[in-house]
Structure formats: structure tokens, C-alpha cells
């Protein structure tokens, strides 16, 4: 099966088990995991930043961030397919009680302009406070589009011009740094916080993690431990993320060349109305007939590829260290059989 429903399938590597099999553990919530202490060390390094927390989920370090950043009653700005609004199960007025206000977008990237257009006046009590701006890298619902470091920059500005906190949903982040040749530490230094998910193109089966300055750090182990994510011998997996870390990023490459094959393979043919462009390792097209998408889906499972419904007549394809360039072809292959 050639499964490209997401880039979260994928199944520990041999070399990641052995790593984890013999990884040095201790006590995480007494912070005496030595192999967690390493993992959250060496991304903030990375990032450029003080601190770093190891956690369960991508959704919980976003969640986590917000709720550190802001007050019940904020308003959180970001787009509408950004995953904190609608992907984290309404967390982020569930959690931290704030509202969010949506910024207009082109392909889940918004300008600094939108940013100081949505802001509310803090004088007037009629308003909620506008607190965080939240930026997706790479933007998921845009079809793993690339930020402008430029733009992101602008925001930063704004941001500290108006007292607002940055947030990136960096999910997806080693994407963006391989497709742009970018360094982390250029993409974490606009950013209080950033969120680096380990368990989608990195391939480890679970974790992600927070990096900030030391006090944001502090305050984010607190509600960690309050969402209850806290963790005991957690080296266990953190050690498949210090593996990926070594292994796994320079060969995102390839997840890139391939999703560009089958972005130019689905524009090729006339049941597809749109491809979005292909920036890194999401493909997202949408069928001249929505009524054909099951029939796609379908046509395509039967031929042992999975692809993932994404919206009325949309279809999602995320390419990742499970599926090679055979596999490609095989779907590609499986795309051009199928009789719209
Ligand atoms: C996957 C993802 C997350 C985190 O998801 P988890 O499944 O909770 O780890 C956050 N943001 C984006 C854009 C994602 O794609």
C-alpha cells in the first residue's frame, strides 16, 4: 500500500528502533531524562532559543504555547485553515479561552499589513485584547506553501510595535528549511515561540517540541503538566527525534521532488481543475466534477494507493520517507487509469 493520506504514517526505521531501544531514561517530570534533556537542548540550539519542551503532540506544544501567551478573553490572530483554529478540536477557545479573528490569505500566508488591520484598539473596553499572531510554516491548507522570511519579518515588527506575541506552527518547518536552504535559526529568530512537530516527515512515531526563551519555557512545563502531558521515561521516544534528526532531514529533499512529480502528473489530466503549487511535500488539487472524488479515492485505493478527501472535491497527497520513487510512479500510473 502506497499511503499518502499523510506525512504521520510513517513507521519507525529500523536504525530509529534501535536507537530507541537503547536510549538512556530517567524520570522526565523530575527532569532526569538525559536523552529528553539532549532532544530539547539540541532543537532550541537549533532554533536559536533559550529553552525546549518535549511533548506528546504538535497540537499540545500549539495549545500549550497559546495558553502561555495569552489571558482568557484574548484574541488570537491567524487564517482559517490554520490548524490551532481548526484542526485542535477548539482548543484554543476550550483551553485558553480566547476568540480568534481570521486574516485574509493567500494560501495560508498573510501580511504584516492584515496583522495591524486586525488589531483592536487596547483602549477600548468594548474590544478584545488582541494578544498573538499565529503563523502555519509550511501552511498545511495552502498546500505546504512557503512563507516569505521577508514578510514574516515585517510581522515580527508589527508585532513588537503592538505588543503582540509570534507564534509559528512549525509543524512542517524542516520542509520549509530544506525547500528554502534557510536555517532554523533564520526561521526561529522572528518567532517567541515555535512548535517542531518530530512525527511528520521527521518519521518518529510520536513527539514534538516547544522552544522559547527560558521564562516562556518554565511557564509552558506548568501547563504541560497541567494538560497532562508529562511525561516519565519519555527518552524512549525522544530518542527516535534526536535519529530523525541526524537522519532524516536532508532527505525531505526527495518527499519535494517527488510531491512536484505528482503535482505536474494530476495537472496533466482533465479531470483536475486545479493543482495549488507544489512548495514542498503537500499536493492538493481539485476535480472539474466533486461528485468524482469518491470514484477517485476509490479508482486509487483499489490500485493500492491512499489519498486523502480534503474539502468538496479536494484531494490531499503528502509524500514522505514511506513512500519512494517506485511508489510514485505507481500512483502516477494509478492516476492516469482512472476513467472520470
Ligand atoms: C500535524 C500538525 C500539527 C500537530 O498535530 P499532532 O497530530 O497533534 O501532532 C500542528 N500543525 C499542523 C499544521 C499540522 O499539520
Not at 493520506?5 to 529500523?14: E, F, M, W
Not at 525522544?238 to 521532488?257: F, I, K, M
Amino acid at each position: 500500500m502506497i499511503d499518502l493520506r499523510s506525512d504521520t504514517v510513517t513507521k519507525p526505521t529500523a536504525g530509529m528502533r534501535a536507537a530507541m531501544a537503547s536510549a538512556e531514561v530517567g524520570d522526565d517530570v523530575f527532569g532526569e531524562d538525559p536523552t529528553v534533556n539532549a532532544l530539547e537542548e539540541r532543537v532550541a540550539d537549533l532554533f536559536g532559543k533559550e529553552a525546549g519542551l518535549f511533548c506528546p503532540s504538535g497540537t499540545m506544544t500549539n495549545q500549550i504555547a497559546v495558553n502561555v501567551h495569552t489571558r482568557p478573553g484574548d484574541e488570537v490572530l491567524c487564517e482559517e485553515g490554520a490548524h490551532i483554529y481548526r484542526y485542535e478540536g477548539g482548543g484554543v477557545m476550550a483551553n485558553s479561552g480566547c476568540s480568534v479573528k481570521l486574516l485574509p490569505n493567500d494560501r495560508g500566508r498573510f501580511t504584516a499589513e492584515a496583522v495591524r488591520n486586525a488589531y483592536s484598539d487596547p483602549t477600548n473596553p468594548h474590544l478584545a485584547r488582541t494578544r498573538l499572531v499565529n503563523i502555519e510554516n509550511t501552511s498545511n491548507r495552502g498546500g505546504g506553501a512557503l512563507w516569505d522570511l521577508g514578510e514574516v519579518l515585517k510581522i515580527r515588527k508589527t508585532c513588537g510595535a503592538l505588543g503582540l506575541g509570534l507564534h509559528m506552527d512549525g509543524a512542517r518547518i524542516f520542509n520549509a528549511i530544506v525547500a528554502t536552504g534557510t536555517s532554523a535559526a533564520e526561521w526561529g529568530a522572528p518567532f517567541d515561540s515555535v512548535s517542531i512537530c518530530l512525527s511528520k516527515g521527521l518519521g518518529t512515531p510520536v513527539g514534538s517540541v516547544l522552544v522559547g526563551n527560558k521564562a516562556f519555557i518554565h511557564e509552558a512545563r506548568r501547563v504541560r503538566k497541567r494538560f497532562g502531558g508529562g511525561m516519565r521515561q519519555a527518552g524512549i521516544i525522544a530518542a527516535a527525534g534526536l535519529y530523525a534528526l541526524d537522519h532524516h532531514v536532508q532527505r525531505l529533499a526527495e518527499d519535494h521532488t517527488n510531491a512536484a512529480e505528482l503535482g505536474r502528473a494530476l495537472a496533466g489530466h482533465s479531470y483536475v481543475s486545479n493543482v495549488i503549487p507544489v512548495d514542498s511535500n503537500i499536493v492538493v488539487c481539485t476535480l472539474r466534477d466533486a461528485s468524482k472524488l469518491e470514484g477517485l479515492l476509490r479508482h486509487l485505493e483499489v490500485n493500492s494507493v491512499r489519498a486523502m478527501a480534503f474539502g468538496p472535491g479536494m484531494m490531499r497527497m503528502v509524500t514522505h520517507l514511506d513512500v519512494d520513487r517506485a511508489g510514485i510512479d505507481r500512483t502516477i500510473q494509478a492516476l492516469a487509469s482512472f476513467a472520470a
